[in-house]
């Protein structure tokens, strides 16, 4: 069964540190998909990253930046240089993908607070 | 533009009432989505659908129930509200060919 664990319920950090957010999936499909999600004070979802399972390649948007590793089964966000509008509940999701477009299936969420 | 709306935003209803929830995506996905969110307990899947007529049920869906008659509309009815369906309802479209979600922007239920 598929099962995202964010071990991070809150995180806080000062302005224009950097930060992590741990992700770790467990899933038996061999094609998957990983996904983030922001979600701001205001409520919305938005979403941040797809990745799929077979491009282990890191990414950098910005200040955000991903990091696949399939041997651990994580798939890490780190923010660099945080600012006060980073403050968000971010989530991260897993989709199977072999049999099929199924569902998200997310983790609890890391509520990160970043401090002026 | 295409987008994803619910309505009514917010809700107040009393335990034992039917409440629905609407959900509307003019994306012209085939895959709509319900969640709930609570603190605690991230997003968590509660019904879904893969087109007109189909119908799913995700991790917790007892109490709740969805049609789907057309491409765009997946209702959402709590059949008898209860205290417990307090949250935050999500609802969510994807493409044939694609998982990205898009969300709506939310319906915050109270049942008092």
């Known amino acids: 069964a598929q099962k995202v664990t964010q071990a991070q319920t809150e995180i806080s950090v000062v302005e224009k540190e950097d930060v992590t957010l741990d992700c770790v999936y467990e899933?038996?499909?061999?094609?998957?998909?990983l996904f983030w999600y922001k979600q701001p004070p205001s409520g919305e979802l938005v979403f941040l990253i797809r990745r799929n399972s077979f491009d282990e390649q890191n990414e950098i948007s910005g200040r955000y930046s991903w990091n696949f590793q399939k041997s651990t089964s994580s798939f890490n966000f780190t923010i660099t240089a945080s600012q006060v509008v980073d403050s968000a509940v971010y989530f991260c999701?897993?989709?199977?993908?072999?049999?099929?477009?199924?569902?998200?299936?997310f983790g609890k969420g890391t509520r990160l607070s970043v401090i002026a | 533009d295409a987008e994803i709306t619910q309505s009514p935003r917010h809700k107040i209803t009393e335990t034992g009432r039917q409440v629905t929830l609407a959900c509307h995506q003019t994306?012209?996905?085939?895959?709509m989505f319900w969640y709930r969110q609570d603190l605690g307990h991230g997003l968590r899947l509660i019904h879904y659908?893969?087109?007109?007529?189909?119908?799913n049920k995700g991790e917790v869906s007892d109490g709740y129930s969805v049609s789907r008659s057309n491409t765009e509309d997946l209702p959402l009815t709590l059949e008898s509200a209860a205290s417990s369906q307090t949250s935050v309802y999500f609802c969510?479209?994807?493409?044939?060919?694609?998982?990205?979600?898009?969300f709506g922007p939310g319906t915050r239920l109270t049942v008092l």
């Open positions: 969510a479209s994807s493409g044939l060919a694609s998982n990205e979600q898009f």
């Open positions: 994306w012209n996905h085939n895959n």
């Open positions: 899933t038996r499909d061999t094609t998957y998909y």
């Open positions: 999701a897993l989709s199977e993908w072999s049999s099929g477009n199924t569902p998200l299936v």
């Open positions: 659908s893969y087109g007109v007529q189909d119908t």
